[in-house]
Nanobody, 128 residues
Framework: QVQLVESGGGLVQAGGSLRLSCAVS????????IGWFRQAPGKEREGVSF????????YYADSVKGRFTISRDNARGTVYLQMNSLKPEDTAVYYC?????????????????????WGQGTQVTVSS
């Protein structure tokens, strides 16, 4: 089973930055997607950013384009989410998750049901 452990959340003022980390181990697929999702109280889980194995293709939700950057360090087995120009509406619990890339398309990459394994989440709070 894939194990994912998030870290790096915290409290930051609007306009500030945070970098989240997702340590990944136990891969069971040859090709996979690692995604960052977030869930605010009373709202559905939302796909934020994604990175594919192999060529490292990245994808972003419109709400975070130009502000968030996803990257990976294969040697460390870690995926990062650099979040800049944070807004109060970015406040949520952030999760990383893993999916078999063979079962994910551009149209479905942001669907939580496509992801089999999830981390425990890390809280990000942006104050105004």
């Amino acid at each position: 089973q894939v194990q994912l452990v998030e870290s790096g959340g915290g409290l930051v003022q609007a306009g500030g930055s945070l970098r989240l980390s997702c340590a990944v181990s136990g891969f069971k697929w040859n090709v996979y997607v690692i995604g960052w999702f977030r869930q605010a109280p009373g709202k559905e889980r939302e796909g934020v950013s994604f990175i594919a194995s192999g060529d490292g293709s990245t994808y972003y939700a419109d709400s975070v384009k130009g502000r968030f950057t996803i990257s990976r360090d294969n040697a460390r087995g870690t995926v990062y989410l650099q979040m800049n120009s944070l807004k109060p509406e970015d406040t949520a619990v952030y999760y990383c998750a893993a999916a078999n890339q063979n079962y994910v398309t551009i149209a479905t990459i942001a669907q939580p049901l496509k992801y089999d394994d999830w981390g425990q989440g890390t809280q990000v709070t942006v104050s105004s």
